[in-house]
């Protein structure tokens, strides 16, 4: 894994945006919350995603309206697909009956467009990444999760409560995003800071589902000072840190 150090949450934007440029993605894996937000932007700035490039979702909350602003589907909208000129987005169908067969159907939808070129990840102060959450199967396809009660609580921000925060998703699988032919994670703030050492620290656990990543061959994990202050010896900013793989 890679580990690229900037100074604040703002300067991972360029970073990420880069490097997604490099990748020209025909197939553009998107993680919803904070984390991404600098990224998207300057994505959106940038205007070097081609327009036939197809946005897929990383998850989706369940039990929301179909017309609410908290919808995964409705923020990359607003964030991404809208502003670079109605790109496709796709992502599981939270609205089905039967949401198992949902979620089977999002992992084969991902599979017909040929996979992800590259998936940007946010990750959990638990080490989630997408909602799966800690205890789930490396090998896991996409597939219903209950989220964490910890992933609910740092989540109520968005919400305005705690109650108003969904209490299940679908998600792609830690096997799904493995499939991803390179991935971008981003980590900002100190509160993400022990889950990215663990990262870069610990041997590979499903007590940690990022360190999945551990056995992807391109993996760039882009933070900022603060998420990684507990890693040490990182000379002044901003760093270029390549870890062997295990
Ligand atoms: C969101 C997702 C989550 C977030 C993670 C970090 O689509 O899958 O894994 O990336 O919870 O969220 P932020 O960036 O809001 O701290």
Not at 143 to 150: F, M, N, S
């Amino acid at each position: 894994m890679h580990l690229i150090v900037v100074d604040t949450p703002f300067d991972t934007g360029p970073v990420v945006a880069g490097l997604v440029a490099d990748h020209r993605p025909r197939v553009l894996g998107v993680a919803t919350g904070s984390s991404p937000e600098p990224a998207y932007r300057e994505i959106v700035r940038l205007g070097e995603l081609a327009p036939s490039t197809v946005l897929c979702l990383l998850d989706e909350y369940i039990g929301l309206a179909p017309g609410s602003a908290h919808r995964y589907r409705a923020q990359i909208e607003r964030q991404m697909g809208g502003p670079l000129g109605a790109l496709r987005i796709e992502g599981p169908d939270v609205d089905r009956a039967d949401l198992p067969s949902a979620a089977a159907a999002y992992e084969q939808a991902l599979a017909d467009l040929g996979g992800v070129d590259v998936q940007i990840l946010g990750i959990g102060r638990n080490g989630h990444i997408g909602f799966n959450e800690p205890g789930t199967s490396f090998s896991s396809r996409t597939h219903v999760t209950t989220l964490a009660a910890e992933t609910r609580h740092d989540n109520a921000r968005f919400f305005g409560s705690l109650a108003a925060v969904p209490t299940q998703s679908i998600t792609q699988g830690l096997g799904t995003i493995m499939r991803a032919r390179a991935i971008v994670l981003v980590a900002a703030g100190s509160s993400k800071a022990v889950a990215v050492e663990s990262l870069f620290t610990r041997p590979p656990s499903i007590d940690l589902p990022a360190s999945v990543l551990q056995f992807h061959g391109e993996v760039t994990v882009v933070a900022d000072r603060a998420a990684c202050h507990l890693l040490e010896g990182l000379p002044p900013h901003p760093v270029y840190v390549t870890q062997e793989q295990p």
